[in-house]
């Protein structure tokens, strides 16, 4: 067993629930946990972030694995969003069908985002649907790694192909983040900011408190800080797996974010267009008179703190583009009726929807 401080949690789902475990080094232990929802002599199909060849992580999967579990294939993706589309999947089925999986088989998942959401989609699709863990290596993956959410892109747009496959396990060690890039820790930051401010005054405190240390890679610090988040996450899609509701909170920041995103403009990773979107929507909440003063002044420091951007340059102030973002938000996948839409904080940990928004007053935030 290995030392320090484990936290685990569970997510509820139709499909049956599962648990988040995270905690540093927990890699070397993978068969442990493993097996406590995987059958011994399960075959495996490793799926995993070429990235992470020369850090050595796959190796430590194979090794820990080996006594327990045959891996009868590993496959390393290329790294990138392009990587999520049919092409990709239609590799992995291949492999997997030389490889003689059958509906017994296990995919594993070890990466981040982009690696949890096309190997979960192959696994849901793979003779209709195999299971599969995810082991997340970025601060991003705490979002994309619960909920069950899985998706490949199309040229058309990000996510149009997917399915809802919860994975049987998502297990978390955050030692693997001490070789996340800057930015990509950055990134991931916006979205635990994200679910302090609709759920949890708590974990927003918690990184006020320690922002530097967590940016530090502090590894009981971060484990904190993924507990508490994971947490949020797993609440709201208990609550609403399907996004029937409650779940639409979690797109605070989203619907101005992937305006930015779709418009490609410069190179934003997710987690910074979605701190700009946050600072907009939540500056949308102040004009439409419904959050408490001073709300978006510490969103921004606690933002800027954790280096990411907190408005559109002024290159995109202008009025051609702010209403080209506007109308790539009529055309949100989930935008109903082309209604201007938003998730609004009112307070810190507390938020408002409302549909209708006038769209002067949209401007205007994106002006701020
Ligand atoms: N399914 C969901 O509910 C959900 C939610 C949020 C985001 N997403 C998806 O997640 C994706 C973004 O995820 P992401 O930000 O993790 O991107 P990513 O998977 O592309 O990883 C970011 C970068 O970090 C590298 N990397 C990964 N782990 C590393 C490590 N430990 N050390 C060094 N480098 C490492 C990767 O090679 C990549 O270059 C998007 O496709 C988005 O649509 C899905
Ligand atoms: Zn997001």
Redesign the pocket.
Known sequence: MQNGMIRKLKVQSQTGDYEVIIGSGLLTHIDEYLSSVIEHNAPLFLVY?E??DP?G?PEQVKTSLKNQYPVMASFAIP???HS?SLEMAGQLYQVAIKAGLDRKAVFLAL???????LAGFVAATYMRGVRFIQIP??L??H??SI?G???VNLPEG??LVGAFHSPELVIYDVK??E???DR?MA??MA?AIKHGMIMSPELFYYIEESAEDLLQKDQNKLTDLLYMSCQVKANVVSQDEKETGLRAILNFGHTVGHAIEAMEYGTY???EAVAIGMMVETEISHLLGLSEPGIKERLGQLLTRCHLPTSLPDALKTSEEQEALVDQMRRDKKAELRSLAFVMPSGVGEVKMMRDVPEDIVIKALMS
């Open positions: 972030d990235a992470l850090l992580y790294s990138g969003e999520k990466g981040g985002g982009v690696t949890g959401d290596t970025t991003l993956a979002d994309s909920g959410k899985v998706a990000k996510n693997l983040l070789s996340l890039p990509e990134s991931g979205e990773t997710h987690g």
